[in-house]
Nanobody
Framework: QVQLVESGGGLVQAGGSLRLSCAAS????????MGWFRQAPGKEREFVAG????????YYADSVKGRLTITRDNAKNTVYLKMNSLQPEDTAVYYC????????????????WGQGTQVTVSS
């Protein structure tokens, strides 16, 4: 089993920045693709960014390209999401997720999930 714990969320003004962290424990962190998803009130959970286990394949949702950067540090068993130029539409609960091996964007393909961290962007 893999346990994931997100942190770094909070309240920020439009145009501000945050860095989310996801700490993994349990199974070996290497070989797991990691994804960030978000869910706003009244909306379905959506893919935000993902990174494969070697870090050489990265996907971003069109809505966040150029503003968000996903990285991972396998030595620290941690994946990060640096968020710049945040806008009110970015307000959501952000979830870290993991799946073994290949990176995909569908939430149904991720077996392990964190508890989520709230990001609120004020206008």
């Amino acid at each position: 089993q893999v346990q994931l714990v997100e942190s770094g969320g909070g309240l920020v003004q439009a145009g501000g920045s945050l860095r989310l962290s996801c700490a993994a424990s349990g199974r070996t962190f290497s070989r797991y693709a990691m994804g960030w998803f978000r869910q706003a009130p009244g909306k379905e959970r959506e893919f935000v960014a993902g990174i494969n286990w070697t870090g050489d394949s990265i996907y971003y949702a069109d809505s966040v390209k150029g503003r968000l950067t996903i990285t991972r540090d396998n030595a620290k068993n941690t994946v990060y999401l640096k968020m710049n130029s945040l806008q009110p539409e970015d307000t959501a609960v952000y979830y870290c997720a993991a799946r073994y091996n290949c990176l995909v964007t569908g939430s149904q393909n991720y077996a392990y999930w964190g508890q989520g961290t709230q990001v609120t962007v004020s206008s």
